[in-house]
C-alpha cells in the first residue's frame, strides 16, 4: 500500500524558512518523480514543485521560484522542500504527491500546515 | 502557460440526480487530463484519468469523457458520500501542472 507521510510545517515568521520532508513507503520510490502541491485555506490547489526519480530534474511554479528548492533521499525514500523568504501567502497546507510514469498524480499524502504569520 | 476553467464553481443537487462538470483547457492537452475528488480536511481522491478512465475502486456512477480543450465529469446518480469539491488537472504539460479551481457540489 502506497503511503506518503508529510511533516515539518508549522508557524514561521515572514522571511523566515521551513523544511517539509515527506516519507514514502509502498513502492519503488526511486522510479517516480515526486510533487509538492499546496492548498491555502479555502482555496483550490496549487501545484508547487517536482523533481524527477533521481532527483537529476526540478521544475517550481512561478510563485516559488527561487525560494523554494525540491529534493529527495532515495536512500530514505523520503522527498523535501526547503522554503526560504516565506511570505504570507505561502501560508498552506502543503501535499506531497506521486507522479506515475505519464506524469498522473496518483497518490497523495494528508498534508502537513505551513503558517506563516507574525 | 496552460490554464484551466471549471464550471459551474458550484451547484446543488439532489441526492439521484445525474450531475455534469465541465473543464476547459486553454490550449490542446489531447487526454492528458484527470479528475479529482476532494472533502473537507481531507486529500484529493484521484476518480479518472487520461479523461475517461475511470481509478480502480471508483464507483462506476463517475465517468468523464472529452478530449482537447473541453471535458466533463458525469456522476450518473448523485450519492450522499458525492458531495465534495472536484478538481480536474491538465499533465499535458508534464512537469509542469495545472489545477482547475474547483466545483463544489452542495446538497440541495
Known amino acids: 500500500e502506497v503511503q506518503l507521510l508529510e511533516s515539518g510545517g508549522g508557524l514561521v515568521q515572514p522571511g523566515g524558512s521551513l523544511r517539509l520532508s515527506c516519507a514514502a513507503s509502498?513502492?519503488?520510490?526511486?522510479?517516480?518523480?515526486m510533487s509538492w502541491v499546496r492548498q491555502a485555506p479555502g482555496k483550490g490547489l496549487e501545484w508547487v514543485s517536482i523533481?524527477?526519480?533521481?532527483?537529476?530534474?526540478?521544475f517550481y511554479a512561478d510563485s516559488v521560484k527561487g525560494r523554494f528548492t525540491i529534493s529527495r533521499d532515495n536512500s530514505k525514500s523520503t522527498l523535501y522542500l526547503a522554503m526560504n523568504s516565506l511570505r504570507g501567502e505561502d501560508t498552506a497546507l502543503y501535499y506531497c504527491?506521486?507522479?506515475?510514469?505519464?506524469?498522473?498524480?496518483?497518490?497523495w499524502g494528508q498534508g502537513t500546515l505551513v503558517t506563516v504569520s507574525s | 502557460d496552460i490554464q484551466m476553467t471549471q464550471s459551474p464553481s458550484t451547484l446543488s443537487a439532489s441526492v439521484g440526480d445525474r450531475v455534469t462538470i465541465t473543464c476547459r483547457a486553454s490550449?490542446?492537452?489531447?487526454?492528458?487530463l484527470a479528475w479529482y475528488q476532494q472533502k473537507p480536511g481531507k486529500a484529493p481522491k484521484l476518480l479518472i484519468y487520461?479523461?475517461?478512465s475511470l481509478e480502480s475502486g471508483v464507483p462506476s456512477r463517475f465517468s468523464g469523457s472529452g478530449s482537447g480543450t473541453e471535458f466533463t465529469l458525469t456522476i450518473s446518480s448523485l450519492q450522499p458520500d458525492d458531495f465534495a469539491t472536484y478538481y480536474c488537472?491538465?499533465?499535458?504539460?508534464?512537469?509542469?501542472?495545472?489545477f482547475g479551481p474547483g466545483t463544489k457540489v452542495h446538497i440541495k
Open positions: 504527491a506521486k507522479a506515475t510514469d505519464t506524469g498522473l498524480t496518483d497518490y
Open positions: 509502498g513502492f519503488t520510490f526511486s522510479t517516480y518523480a
Open positions: 523533481i524527477s526519480g533521481s532527483g537529476g530534474s526540478t
Open positions: 490550449q490542446s492537452i489531447s487526454s492528458w
Open positions: 487520461k479523461a475517461s
Open positions: 488537472q491538465q499533465y499535458n504539460s508534464y512537469p509542469i501542472f495545472t
